[in-house]
């Protein structure tokens, strides 16, 4: 990749905006839409030359992309250089995605909320309406991560199906409007 076409540079910037509102730093969402796009592995000096940032900026945002696991570094044949590429298909990127926010964020709150209750079982100065909600958060909580826990094993093929149905999902369980 010699230079950024101005579609290239449009997806790549919007993914960056796109990653500040996920809570992640902007440099290491454009560095993964660009791993992304990419036909082919990049070293960290064509991800610096191509973003133009600083090379201090590729070298952390390419660990903590390596941290969630979609990118690694691959070597190229001739080229004594590092060299990374992003997780390509799609659904296991997401997969990915999902696996880690569910590990950083949906685990600990949920680890939180059970010590919550017991500890409100205990203690008459937390009132039944706090208990209730948090009994209901923490329900909420459970039953989708088991969801996605089972559906987190289905092959690609059978999730994009079950995706698909939308609608049709909803009729055949006897839900109305």
């Not at 940032?53 to 691959?74: C, D, F, H, P, Y």
């Not at 997969?95 to 209750?117: A, F, N």
């Not at 017991?118 to 100065?125: G, I, M, T």
Request: charged residues 30%; aromatic residues 8%; hydrophobic residues 40%.
């Amino acid at each position: 990749m010699d230079k950024l076409s101005p579609v290239e540079q449009k997806f790549i910037l919007h993914w960056g905006e796109m990653g500040t509102k996920w809570g992640i730093n902007r440099t290491v969402a454009q560095l993964h839409a660009l791993l992304f796009i990419s036909p082919s592995p990049l070293n960290a000096e064509d991800l610096t030359r191509l973003l133009q940032v600083a090379r201090s900026n590729v070298s952390t945002s390419l660990k903590e992309l390596q941290g969630w696991g979609i990118v690694r570094m691959v070597h190229v044949l001739g080229d004594k250089r590092d060299h990374f590429e992003s997780v390509k298909d799609v659904w296991e990127l997401f997969r990915i995605v999902l696996d880690e926010r569910k590990k950083r964020e949906i685990d600990p709150t949920l680890s939180i909320l059970r010590e919550c209750i017991v500890e409100a079982e205990k203690d008459e100065a937390t009132g039944e309406y706090a208990e209730a909600r948090m009994r209901e958060l923490a329900g909420f909580f459970e039953i989708t991560t088991g969801w996605y826990e089972q559906i987190r094993k289905w092959p690609t093929t059978a999730l994009t199906k079950f995706v698909k149905l939308g609608d049709k999902t909803r009729k055949l369980l006897g839900i109305g409007d």
